[in-house]
Structure formats: structure tokens, C-alpha cells
């Protein structure tokens, strides 16, 4: 029987953000796409962070609003494809 291996699930074109994207096109970007999280992007293109459905629901009970932007990788920018080529083996 052979071991599965992360590049056996991996989504090889994923929904990305940045830095500058607002919370609330990330909780959209999230919704639409039906997934819990989401990489984020350097404005160079290098993954900085991820942004998770938690990082969203911590800042929503903190009293804050999601039309904010925030520091750390919940705070996020525009969304789109990579364009990073996909990894040996996908």
C-alpha cells in the first residue's frame, strides 16, 4: 500500500491574496471558493502567510470590523490564481 504524500491532496493553482486585500473580499473569497483558507501573497509574489477562516472569526470577536485591514497574514489583498508553477508529480 502506498503512503499518501502532501502532494497527492495539494490544490496546485490555488485563490491567493495580499497584504492590502480587506477582510471582507476575504471572507467573500473564502465563501465563494468554498475553502478555509487561502495563501497570501508578498506584492513580489512570495507566500507570506496563509489566511484561515479562524484568523477571520478571532478578529470578528475581537470587536473589530472586517472592512478593516490588520497586520499578520489575516489582512489580505487582491485575490487571483498564482501563477506559480505547479510542483513534480501534480
Aim: proline share 6%; charged share 20%.
Amino acid at each position: 500500500m502506498r503512503h499518501l504524500q502532501v502532494r497527492d491532496i495539494v490544490t496546485a493553482d490555488p485563490v491567493t491574496v495580499t497584504a492590502g486585500t480587506q477582510l471582507k473580499n476575504l471572507a467573500g473569497i473564502l465563501v465563494s471558493e468554498k475553502t478555509s483558507g487561502v495563501p497570501v501573497l508578498s506584492l513580489q509574489g512570495e507566500i507570506v502567510g496563509v489566511a484561515t477562516e479562524r484568523d477571520l472569526l478571532k478578529k470578528r470577536n475581537s470587536g473589530e470590523t472586517l472592512t478593516a485591514t490588520a497586520g499578520r497574514t489575516c489582512a489580505t489583498g487582491r485575490g487571483g490564481r498564482s501563477s506559480r508553477p505547479k510542483p513534480p508529480g501534480t
